[in-house]
């Protein structure tokens, strides 16, 4: 009754019905006549508090405050779909309240941009006073779409139509309208409705420059600027099509280069293609969808041998002016001998544009608003940007966002976001690393926070009633040192007849992160905990990282088992998986676990099982290393940070001990088994993890570099590979080993998680692990694909039940998707996080240290310092005979190759104290006019700073000073 009484009252509110009705192409080729029902509705609310005939859902104050003093009248403000997509940086700005968003402009910025929905969407939840008016199912704001009305210009109409309806129904507050298109101001203004433009209404507010600077630029404007440089036009996507099922142009993704802003390149068909010069590279940027055709075999380039990371400075490289791109970078043409496959970009499908950090260029003109900002990231152009604060944000760190790019500017045009702060500082410096490289670190909503389980939390009796009982089981977990989110045990004990029962267990995630909820969205969306220097940035809340699903020692905790019966040669005879409770007995770290199995007296069951564990872990990699797995190698350091200032204070190299490959073995049998599993129930919707096999040319530079040193590498197969690495370990020459090691992880493809059902079988395989299918099952706290593979895995067991999404292989790519990118960054952001501690730990040392050339290149050579696992450019002097077949330098009569160990001094250069970089110079060999003296007793540097730097090096130990802390 009570439902039925409601439906008569939304049905008396109901004043009109419109039909609409449209053809819809079927699957079978035939058209189909939809007709759809259109209610309007008198009762639909306002939001305002002003208003006494709209009493629900009142948002809006009853006497707005007036931030900008455009009319002297209160006002609420209207904004039409272009002002938001142009400017979401300005209407994020907490001045911004008592805002109307209609249906309209809502459903506009959904299907043009999902990011900046998202955004608006982020802004309207946040109690803003941002009010959503369903101006299309409102009886006095509806209108049909006129015949030969564009869609653009009937939301318009729309738009004017609300705002004509606010001011008439609302007496007390009137309705402005922002809107950037004069005609459509024009139109308001004839229906007695005050309508600006964004630039007019923000110029009226008080100490309005910061939102000024981030107003969206125009390309328009520019008309006064004396231009000289014109890109190629790109071709309209209509031809684009065309060119590319013909196959004249072909599809990529461009991948600009490190070492060389004038040169990237894009893969086609695994195939390597080059693009060298600004008009071939024809204005796309990193990760731009581009189309490329191939240039004649007598036009392709030689790929650049020599390092350029950044443009030289020309005296009319000014924001005002576009130099000649002759005059900033001349561009030498090179002989055909070695030349590659080349292109030319011909359009871009998608941009890929971002919020870029970096800082403004010093410039000599005074007054001006127009200024150059330089991206941090050097595969980046410079962008132009509009700003009144030059003086202000000269020496910080800021954001800036691209606007566009046309044919007649050197350079893209952008506006201003923020300021992050002091360049140098180093909350600064970490904050820009997360920017940059796409990291969500903001606190957890309170959404989020209203998932977690209430504390003081235990099991219940209903749940341990569903799970094994390993309480009584003598379980630890390995990990590193100062580890809190311990997310993966193990035990060991026989059971008889020569056989072992091996558990590994899992903390449960998936019993506390439930499908569909907000906590899910967000681990979804964070794909994975990123681990800097000194921060780690949680996939999950700490309640459940570090506490309810950490497997501390002594405490009780929910698990996801995987037992196996092992003989003692390591033969698996059988798995079983289970929910289970466990109560691990000790969080050892990898060194005190080392201890335990070396100390010979120590005979308790864990120190016994911990013992058989490590000798079937052995023969568990044995075996996996005889089917071909790679044993790659990458430089790992680990900081000692003062407690105090959190500097770094020394560098350490991390040591690797059995049970690093003890942990790993099982942790590998784990995620193999259940792969294995998950694929056997749900051959369509599994959640894996292949590594596909590097393209031969790949591994040109690695057979190169071996083959200097006399060795012979064979790359057809991964257990051709590894049986190289093991004749060149035979040599007995350990670092050559390591640094071919590290050459060859280089030459590696990502490894990607993937649903099953998009993938033939053939190519689950997993390269480096030598295994023919894989996944990851051991991290759900800090790896949400983990997550899923739990879920599918508890079906699979009938231990939970099922729920459509995660039957969906469409949905699950598309989480796989985006956990690729999530992981890929995260690797970006903790190897930024090391450089930027390494340099912060160099700038009060002067260091002589050994150094491994990697690349050699024309002007200078690529050299790993191990001891620090820091790569830099030691460049060399023009007057250089360099071998680009060999490849080699000769300085003065010296000769350098890959892999040469040279003595080098490492520093910090702040000469540029907005961007100071590490800097290597050549110690030994010495080479006269070159090579600096060595830092021993009897040497003094000249440099002020250096002499400052060096006079403390020697009066003060490696050691922290007495009193302080080290964490």
């Not at 989020?448 to 009584?472: F, G, H, M, Q, Y």
């Not at 190759?897 to 003595?903: G, K, M, P, S, Y």
């Amino acid at each position: 009754i009570l439902l039925l009484n409601r439906f008569q009252v939304l049905m008396t509110a109901i004043t009109d019905v419109r039909n609409h009705a449209f053809y819809k192409k079927s699957k079978s080729g035939t058209f189909v006549k939809v007709v759809r029902e259109h209610y309007l509705r008198d009762d639909i609310p306002c939001g305002s508090l002003a208003c006494d005939k709209c009493l629900s859902r009142q948002t809006l104050d009853a006497v707005p405050l007036r931030f900008s003093t455009i009319i002297d009248k209160p006002y609420y403000v209207m904004l039409d779909t272009n002002v938001i997509l142009a400017n979401i940086d300005v209407i994020e700005d907490a001045l911004f309240t008592n805002v109307i968003i209609l249906q309209t402009v809502l459903n506009e910025v959904r299907h043009r941009s999902i990011p900046i929905f998202k955004r608006l969407r982020d802004l309207i939840d946040q109690k803003r006073r941002f009010f959503v008016f369903v101006n299309e199912f409102c009886d006095k704001t509806y209108s049909d779409r006129v015949k030969g009305e564009t869609p653009n210009d009937y939301s318009d109409r729309l738009i004017r139509i609300s705002a004509e309806y606010y001011n008439n129904h609302l007496k007390k507050v009137h309705t402005i309208l922002l809107s950037d298109d004069v005609d459509n101001r024009k139109r308001a203004e004839s229906l007695g409705v005050k309508a600006f433009s964004l630039k007019d209404f923000v110029s009226h507010i008080e100490s309005n420059s910061e939102l000024l600077d981030k107003i969206s630029s125009n390309a328009s404007k520019r008309s006064n600027l004396r231009l000289k440089l014109t890109y190629p036009e790109h071709l309209p996507l209509s031809k684009l099509k065309i060119g590319l099922k013909t196959g004249k142009y072909m599809q990529g993704t461009y991948q600009a280069s490190r070492y060389n802003f004038l040169e990237g390149h894009v893969f086609v068909e695994d195939k390597q293609l080059y693009i060298q010069g600004r008009d071939s590279i024809n204005r796309a940027m990193q990760d731009d969808l581009v189309v490329v055709e191939m240039l004649p075999e007598d036009e392709w380039i030689v790929p650049a041998t020599e390092i350029k990371e950044d443009e030289t400075k020309d005296i009319d490289d000014t924001p005002q002016l576009d130099d000649d791109e002759e005059a900033a970078v001349p561009v030498k043409k090179k002989k055909k001998k070695n030349a590659a496959p080349s292109c030319k970009v011909v359009g871009i499908i998608k941009r890929n544009w971002r919020q870029y950090c970096g800082i403004l260029e010093k410039t000599t003109l005074k007054g001006g608003v127009n200024h150059l900002f330089k991206p941090a990231d050097s595969r980046f152009p410079k962008i132009r940007i509009e700003t009144r604060q030059y003086d202000v944000l000269l020496g910080c760190r800021i954001v800036v966002a691209i606007d566009s790019w046309p044919r007649d500017s050197k350079y893209p045009l952008g506006h201003y976001v923020r300021n992050l702060g002091k360049v140098g500082d180093k909350d600064t410096e970490n904050e820009v690393l997360l920017l940059e490289h796409d990291v969500p670190h903001q606190p957890f909503s309170d959404k989020v926070l209203a998932c977690l389980p209430k504390v003081p939390w235990s099991i219940s009796a209903e749940e341990r009633a569903k799970r094994l009982d390993l309480t009584d089981v003598d379980i630890c977990s390995i990990d590193p040192p100062g580890c809190t989110d311990i997310d993966d045990a193990l035990h060991c004990r026989e059971i008889g007849d020569g056989m072992y029962e091996v558990g590994v267990h899992i903390a449960d995630v998936s019993h506390f992160i439930r499908p569909n909820t907000a906590i899910d969205e967000e681990a979804a969306k964070r794909g994975t905990t990123v681990y800097l220097t000194d921060n780690r940035i949680d996939m999950v809340p700490a309640l459940l990282s570090s506490n309810l699903c950490s497997l501390r020692g002594g405490e009780e905790r929910l698990a996801f088992s995987v037992l196996w019966q092992i003989d003692s040669d390591a033969n698996i005879k059988q798995t079983h998986f289970s929910k289970s409770v466990i109560r691990s007995r000790r969080a050892f770290t990898y060194f005190e676990a080392q201890l335990l199995i070396d100390d010979s007296s120590a005979q308790d069951n864990i120190a016994k099982s911990l013992r058989v564990l490590n000798g079937l872990a052995k023969k568990l990699k044995s075996r996996r290393l005889d089917q071909g797995a790679l044993l790659l190698a990458s430089p790992e350091i680990r900081f000692h940070i003062d407690s105090e200032t959190n500097d770094p204070i020394e560098v350490q190299t991390k040591e690797l001990m059995d049970t690093n490959s003890l942990v790993e073995e099982f942790m590998l049998l784990a995620n193999i088994s259940t792969a294995k599993k998950t694929y056997e129930h749900f051959s369509e919707c599994a959640c894996l993890r292949r590594h596909p096999a590097p393209p031969p040319s790949n591994f040109e530079v690695l057979i190169k570099a071996a083959r200097s040193k006399g060795i012979e590498i064979d790359a057809t197969s991964a257990k051709k590979l590894a049986e190289s690495f093991e004749g060149v370990a035979e040599l007995g020459n350990a670092k050559l080993d390591i640094l071919l090691r590290i050459l060859a992880t280089r030459c590696m493809m990502q490894a990607v998680y993937f649903a099953s059902g998009f993938i033939p079988e053939a190519d689950f395989v997993h390269y480096g692990l030598a295994t023919p299918i894989y996944t990851h099952f051991t991290s759900p706290i800090r790896r949400y694909a983990d997550i899923i593979v739990h879920r599918l895995l508890a079906v699979a067991i009938e231990a939970d039940s099922s729920y459509p999404a995660l039957l969906d292989p469409k949905h699950t790519q598309t989480l796989c998707n985006n956990i690729n990118f999530r992981h890929k960054m995260a690797q970006y952001a903790q190897r930024a996080s090391v450089h930027l501690h390494t340099e912060l730990y160099f700038r009060t040392r002067v260091e002589d240290c050994t150094g491994h050339v990697l690349y050699v290149r024309r002007n200078g050579l690529v050299l790993l310092i191990l001891k620090y696992g820091l790569e830099g450019i030691m460049y060399l002097p023009k007057d250089t005979d360099f071998d680009e077949d060999e490849p080699s330098q000769t300085v003065k009569g010296h000769k350098f190759t890959i892999f040469d160990e040279l003595t080098v001094q490492v520093s910090v250069d702040r000469t540029d104290e907005q961007h100071p970089k590490v800097q290597i110079h050549l110690v030994r060999p010495v080479i006269e006019g070159f090579s600096v003296p060595p830092l021993d007793a009897d040497y003094e540097p000249t440099h002020p700073e250096k002499k400052a730097v060096v006079k403390k090096r020697k009066s003060n130990s490696k050691s922290p000073a007495p009193g302080k802390k080290t964490k």
